[in-house]
């Protein structure tokens, strides 16, 4: 079962009553998704190592609980936002889980995820794994867009997929428990590779006349209309033939890296940030094709 629609809680009202649900964790992410749920009318039982955080949740009609045990007794649907995979490990230790449907959004690898899951089945509970894609205020907040992917039981998700959406959109995308963790690390990471390519921008004019609030609206713009490159490089990835529809072949791109670091020199800039990448793209042209883009990069990374 795959679902990539994005849905918000706005887009599920047929849930009567809502469904109560227990939450694991009141740090910053679950302190934002137990005040959606709460604006939206689920029965909240929370739980949290530091029991103070729950407090300006009581008065919008939280119950708080003593122990995760207590917790986890409270509700079959049961959230847990707790700081990684140790800490769900050493809060649910002795927690009986039997009936339970757990929902595990602490950010881990997919490797992780599905140790998780063979877990949380051995104990007797369905599991749905969860990367949540947004920070805190945008949770609550259908505007800003915010979303969690899925994976895991279908069924877990289907039943509790309005409850889910409270807080942000869902987008469920498979039976595999590994892959909400590995498509929001996927996404994280091209997020990281962005921020260095925008690290570097700001460097170069940095001690110039050029103020960096003009340049960022250039940045910005350009960025924006070099996404295209994604869409393009899936279709190689895809047809497997990189020299489809290329504008920018890798050959005239691997000539022109010279400018980009010698500029980087001029302007006594590191180019730590650039060089791995200059690196692939030449050792893919002593492999590959002038012609193709920067798709056979991919290949090169696979180990």
């Known amino acids: 079962m795959t679902n990539n629609r994005v849905e918000n809680a706005a887009e ?3 849930e009567n009553p809502p469904t109560p649900l227990t939450l694991l964790g009141l740090g910053a ?16 039982t929370v739980w949290n190592r530091t029991a103070a955080r729950a407090d300006a949740l009581v008065g919008r009609g939280a119950v708080v609980a003593a122990t995760a045990a207590e917790a986890v007794a409270a509700n079959r649907l049961v959230v847990v936002c707790l700081l990684d995979d140790d800490s769900v490990a050493e809060a649910l230790a002795d927690v009986d889980l039997t009936g339970k449907d757990l929902v595990n959004l602490v950010t881990s690898t ?50 509790h997929r309005t409850a889910l959406a409270a807080p942000a959109g869902t987008r469920y995308v498979g039976e595999d428990a590994g892959y909400a963790a590995l498509h929001d690390v996927a996404l994280l990471s091209a997020m990281y590779g962005m921020f260095a390519g ?17 340049l960022a609206p250039l940045l910005s713009d350009y960025v924006t209309a070099m996404t295209g490159f994604i869409a393009g490089t899936a279709a190689r990835l895809e047809s497997g033939d990189y020299t489809k529809g290329v504008v920018s072949n890798l ?9 980009l670091l010698r500029t980087a020199e001029e302007q006594g800039v590191s180019a730590e940030l650039l ?15 002038g012609e193709e883009d920067l798709t056979g990069v991919v290949d090169l990374l696979r180990r």
């Open 29 to 44: 992410m679950g302190a934002a998704l137990a005040g959606a749920w709460l604006t939206a009318g689920h029965p909240l």
């Open 110 to 159: 997919p490797d992780q995820a599905r140790a998780r899951a063979a877990w949380a089945e051995r104990r007797g509970a369905r599991y749905l794994d969860g990367g949540i894609m947004a920070v805190p205020p945008m949770i609550g907040v259908p505007a800003a867009g915010p979303y969690v992917f899925y994976s895991g039981s279908p069924a877990l998700f289907e039943e």
């Open 275 to 289: 060089e791995p990448y200059f690196r692939l793209m030449e050792r893919r042209l002593e492999v590959g094709s």
């Open 198 to 214: 925008v690290s570097h921008a700001f460097a170069l004019v940095r001690g110039e006349a050029v103020a960096p609030g003009d």
């Open 251 to 259: 050959a005239m791109q691997v000539a022109g890296k010279g400018t």
């Open 12 to 14: 599920n009202v047929t």
